[in-house]
DNA sequence: ATGGTTGGAATCCAA
């Protein structure tokens, strides 16, 4: 059977659920997981996302800001929210597969929504900063406790984090800018590589090919300009990569009306 | 070197 997956930072869930409903239309991913849904739980539209074919559906969400939900046609045996850095913020939920998903069954699908960080690189005087360093510390420690499990599982989500040359439409200019800073990279790629994690993406796309995922709303001809970044993760547990058959971003969203700065990422698995 | 845009909530904050 094939499993496709989906993260999609989708910058307030109900302003969007059409771009969703077309999104879903389109692609019919098995799962889908937002982020940045900008809805607290009551206001959370349930009802209109599940008639668009996903009845099984886990959301946590704020007021205002964070929130993240998975949309799933399967069922799942449980779910999971994490709280990170001791805070009430909405930046982690997972799904575990039931016995109703075959193949897929057991599979942990974490769906996470680290911090932007702000503008200045610098935990001292940016506490935004320091909460994102802060936030990926206990992403690090968290990650070596859930390799031991031995569990099957996709991590997902909007990383804030470009961790490559090639993820960044300018490497050099953005060495200085929040989201590829060495200090940022270097601590994204040890706690997946310590947590035994492979970046989907790469795994079947390496270097040189750049690839981008989100596109600034700050430049007025984004599509000619292409300044991306590839701000948007799947990653894997090393048994499912051999069976991870593509990877792709549906750029096509960017250029609808009124979009997400991001793009939806997809994975495909034959299990 | 600077400012550029968006969404939600409240007249600004986070991205």
């Known amino acids: 059977m094939k499993l496709s997956v989906t993260t999609w930072n989708i910058n307030s869930v109900r302003l969007r659920s059409d771009q969703v409903r077309q999104f879903l239309e389109n692609e019919r991913p098995d799962i889908l997981c937002l982020q940045e849904t900008k809805c607290p739980d009551d206001k959370f539209p349930f009802k209109e996302l599940k008639s668009f ?15 993240v939900a998975i949309l799933s046609k399967y069922p799942f045996s449980s779910t999971q929210v994490m ?29 996470f929504y680290v911090p932007a960080g702000g503008d200045i690189p610098d935990a001292v005087l940016n506490p935004k900063f320091a909460h994102k360093l802060q936030f990926l510390a206990e992403m690090r420690a968290w990650g070596e406790r859930n390799r031991k499990l031995g569990a099957p599982g ?5 990383l804030n984090i470009a961790p490559l040359e ?20 270097e601590t994204l790629e040890t706690l997946r590589q310590e947590a035994g994690w492979v970046d989907g993406m790469r795994h079947l796309r390496p270097e040189p090919e750049k690839i981008y995922s989100w596109w600034s709303y700050r430049s007025p001809d984004w599509a000619a300009a292409d300044k991306g970044r590839r701000l948007d993760h799947i990653w894997l547990t090393e048994d499912l990569a051999p069976v991870l058959k593509s990877m792709h971003v549906t750029k096509e969203t960017r250029g609808w009306e009124r979009p997400s700065d991001h793009a939806p990422v997809t994975a495909i698995l034959e299990l």
């Open 53 to 67: 074919g996903y009845p099984f559906i886990t959301n946590v969400g704020q007021k205002g800001y964070n929130g």
């Open 83 to 111: 709280s990170m850095c001791e805070r009430m913020d909405a930046r982690h939920i997972a799904i575990t597969l039931a016995p109703e998903a075959k193949q897929a069954a057991g599979i942990t699908i974490h769906n």
């Open 154 to 158: 996709i991590l997902v989500g909007d």
């Open 166 to 185: 090639h993820d960044v439409w300018s490497h050099k200019k953005l060495l200085d800018v929040v989201s590829h800073t060495p200090l940022e990279t």
